[in-house]
């Protein structure tokens, strides 16, 4: 038995038809609804049906992926589509996903070309981020993965003991980290995983700017050191993904340096911003951190899933996650020379080759045309601004300065709950037209829309048609509530 075809032309013949439905499908996304809901039943439908003991073959289950689960994504492919921080995903990229999956290369390390295509993409990355040579790097999963993986190394590296032998348990300093209270949630997961637990994370309060208020961090630091606390790491942020604010890294910079703390920077979105030069100053002093994290499935708009991990200490990435077991130890010669190099710097062993996705995409298109989008999505941010800000029924919510624009709807004599009633309504009625999809988000106790610019395929004219949608089903509804 093998699970190779019986027949390779008739495989060949589903595997090319599959390459063009998935191509048409791209090309056509601008015809489609941004979004769908399921049919009734289709649900259930898929989670109802048995255990396949007997086989349906290969076509009659590619033609139920065609019509049960293709049609019905979230939308994030969509040019109308500007929720949460999804990116969207690139035709060479999924080709690329395809040939990496085809060659299913074994990533922890081995004496192979893959390796080397991982190793020149963190080095690129390295290099466009403003970081020095030395720097260590690791692609992952996403932005929680990276994030994780490097408070993992700020925590080794600043406990003052041996995290790896001791634990964090019994009669040691309690390790402190400090972040804004817009920190994505990535955080809250990281220090429960890492034994630092919940309460160990100080949420500093943020200013009218939403970006953390440093001296608040300053006092909070000093006062856990007062009472025997060691405050280890600072979280900052480039980029939140509720307005994109950017911490004053530099300041969080100054203050890790005196006060031998790590700077982590969950760069998410916002830390690619750097490879602009128009726009490398929103995210100035990046370049300083211990780390930073940032996807590319989000602003470089490649295929789930895909982040990056740049460690200033080389060795204190090392030397958080590397084994020595003798059944996969570097030899001199052979398959496994150089050892497990890539393994060693994070936790999976096992690991795909998400790199091949990235270099071609780098290579095919170059760095230009990746700045220049992001800065094409940055003008488009700018221009729905600058729309709502002339529009009197619209109201910003907060400032926009990266790619995220927070607004919502007006209606006179309404009370702040009504509004609130009014605009989560708004957002329902936009997705559910199928006309675009923003997301949500509440700030000062007001629900708004929040549209977010991470795509590629957005153009000016999708931006203006978002606007009118809004107004048109804004007043209907500000009618209905008359
Ligand atoms: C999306 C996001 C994350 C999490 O990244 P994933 O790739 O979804 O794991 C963390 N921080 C910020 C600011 C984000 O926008």
Redesign the pocket.
Known sequence: MTLDPENWEEFARLAHRMVDDMVDHLRSLPDQPAWQPMPAGLSDRILDEPLPTRPQGEEEVYEQFLRDVLPYPNGNLHPRFYGW?QGNGTPLGMMADMLASGMNAHLAGFNQAPPSVELKVIDWLRELLGFPEGTSGLLLS????A?LTGLAVARNAKAGFDVREEGVQGDKPHLTVYGSSET?S?AKKAVELLGLGNRAFRRVPVKPDFTLDVEALKAAVREDREAGHRPIAVLG?A???NTGATDDLDALADLCAAENMWLHV?G??GALAAISPRLRPLVKGLERADSVAF?L??WMYLPFEV?CLLVRDGEAHRSTFSQNASYISALDRGTIAGGLFLADLGVELTRGFKALKVWMSLKAYGIGRFSGLIEQNVDQAQYLEKLVGVEPSLELTAPAPMNIVCFRYLADGLSDEKLNDLNSELLFRVQESGAAVPSSTVIDGKFCLRVCFVNHRTRFEDVDDLVSVVLRIGGELSAESK
């Open positions: 921080v996403g932005g929680s993965m994030s994505h990535w942020t980029g939140t993904v969950d998410a979105f996807d499935h989000k982040a």
